[in-house]
């Protein structure tokens, strides 16, 4: 299987665009150097598991925000809003495997996705898990998610085989060292997502015009601190905060995957201000547009 860097792109509700896999064998495996590539907010149907091989990262999921180090790692849940980012200028690496739940759980009356699969991604109060190699289950996790992203990569004879059965390992554990009782996430925290997922949808439709604070939250018709409030429970930041950090991101990509003059590029993602781009550009990227653009090009 093609190794490769995951480009997150997403849509106007954050939704990932990138198919992982096919439709006959849906699970890829990336290797992506934080340092060189985000993770920006975003959410898909799969379910994801990574492991930190140089390096940390500050993951974000849900409401959960956590540091992880080389040795450690996670899994997010389907449909968890989530981020992965570098927690300072050197290399972060990871190896992650992002994989569809029919992929182990098979057909949705089958006895492996109504036993295993459908309670994991029904608990909506489990969004994500820091695995650390201390707790021995968590060890054992983080085993299956090396060996599954192993089988993909070097592809020996029946590698499917040996990447279901990984991940299917993974489900298992999981499911044996959760708790029993199922969780129902509370009425506050199911509002924040759905206001959430509104202001962020307006933000990637809009972000390449004038916006506030008052015109963010009216997409989600609350009040302006009710919009603040939200926004730092959930994702940890303002929304101008978030707004301009993801038109860097958009910005970011026309770089490198355009030709257009920077200052157009700059206008298009709604910076007006040249100078007060070059600004913010530098201080996300620790370069100009120019050298971003010079750097990253193939």
Request: charged share 20%; glycine share 6%; proline share 3%.
């Amino acid at each position: 299987m093609s190794l490769s860097s995951c480009d997150t792109t997403v849509d106007s509700r954050g939704r990932e665009l990138l198919e992982h896999g096919t439709v006959a064998f849906p699970v890829a495996c990336y290797h992506d150097d934080l340092r060189e590539n985000e993770v920006p907010w975003h959410w898909h149907a799969e379910l994801e598991a990574a492991v930190i091989t140089e390096g940390c990262a500050v993951v974000a999921a849900g409401n959960q925000k956590y540091t992880v180090y080389a040795g450690e790692g996670f899994f997010i849940n389907s449909g968890i809003l989530h981020g992965c980012w570098n927690i300072d200028t050197s290399a972060c690496r990871l190896h992650s495997v992002v994989f569809h739940p029919r992929l182990v759980g098979g057909s949705i009356d089958s006895v492996f996705y109504l036993k295993y699969v459908l309670p994991l991604t029904e608990n909506h109060c489990l969004e994500s898990i820091h695995l650390r190699p201390s707790t021995h289950w968590q060890a054992e996790v983080l085993k299956s998610i090396e060996a599954g992203w192993s089988a993909c990569v070097q592809e020996p004879i029946g590698f499917e085989f040996k990447v279901r059965y990984a991940l299917s390992e993974l489900i298992v554990l999981l499911q044996s060292n959760l708790p029993a009782t199922k969780l129902h996430p509370s009425e506050k925290a199911i509002r924040d997502g759905e206001r959430i997922k509104l202001m962020l949808q307006f933000i990637h439709e809009h972000y390449g015009h004038e916006l506030n604070t008052a015109n963010i939250a009216r997409s989600a018709s609350v009040c302006e601190s009710e919009c603040l409030r939200c926004f730092r429970s959930t994702i940890g930041t303002t929304p101008i905060q978030y707004v301009r950090q993801y038109r860097i991101q958009q910005v970011c990509q026309l770089l490198t995957s355009t030709q257009e003059k920077i200052s157009d590029i700059a206008a298009r993602c709604g910076f007006q201000d040249i100078s007060y781009f070059t600004k913010v550009f530098r201080e996300a990227k620790g370069m100009v547009p120019s050298e971003y653009r010079k750097m990253h090009t193939k």
